[in-house]
């Protein structure tokens, strides 16, 4: 499957979680990619552009997405109202997937999102298209097949996740202070360096530092994350000095981050950013 081939719309509101989802579309190989952090802006764009995949957040402001989905389905002046939308949302439960499905949606994936969940879904969804119903009660995907999720392990159904052969996992870390989850992915990172299979550990020690994040509403430590998350998947494909030099930097944002207050709010934007131009411009340098 040829991700160049994929013309992507993201709907998102806020602008730094469109960043990410962008970034990690860009990352893996899409080039045709259009944000819009205005719903009703999307809408007007799809009339001419024939885009294969729409990302929306559920939450659009005055408008869900779930209801935004039901409208495009049903718009005559769209260039492809049969387009595979993707839902993303934090408040991911069994009834939202409900509610997705029926109006139209072929994935639903919980957030914080990560690349392996969001481009596997995607990919997922276009490698068994479903039959489009174009009736007067329901327009989309057959809703007989169920909705695809992603993301919420706990809460997705047996038949949409996908079959893994067994591996070991690491060691269950205990509760950690900010600063000591910072500690820890310093120490993961420096053991993942020298040997690539402790990865799953990386991302380990990396899920604490984004959860306190996400739960600090910590921008541009959420953006930070997001780019080392790349990195760590993105690391087994490039040469090992550039792996190792992009591996340095995520840990130093996200330390630097760390120190700072949320006061300097201009200096950790510079910082966020920055990580996420180094680690794009290292998976440019694929190994050979």
Known sequence: MNEKLWSVCVIEPNKYEAQIVQDMLWNAGVQNIRVFTDAALATKTLESLNANIVLATFELGDQDAAAWTRAFRRNPCAANRKAAVFILSKAFSRPLAETCRHAGVNALIGKPISNKALLETIKKVLAAPREFIDAEGYVGPCRRAGIVTAGATGKRRKADRPVEKPRAQ??????????????????????????????????????????????????????ACAAFAQQ???????????????????????????????????????IAENVRLTVAKAAMQKAA
């Open 232 to 270: 760590i998947v993105a690391s087994k494909s490039l040469p090992p000095e550039v792996a190792r030099a992009a591996l340095d930097a995520c840990v130093e944002a996200v330390t630097e981050l760390a120190r700072l207050k949320a006061d300097d709010g201009a200096e950790r934007e510079t």
């Open 170 to 223: 690491p060691a269950a870390m205990p509760a950690l202070t900010f600063e000591q989850a910072i500690g820890a992915l310093a120490a993961a990172t420096a053991q993942f360096k020298m040997n690539p299979s402790a990865s799953a550990t990386c991302e380990a020690a990396l899920r604490f530092v984004q959860a306190y994040a996400v739960a600090g509403k910590d921008q541009p430590m959420m953006r």
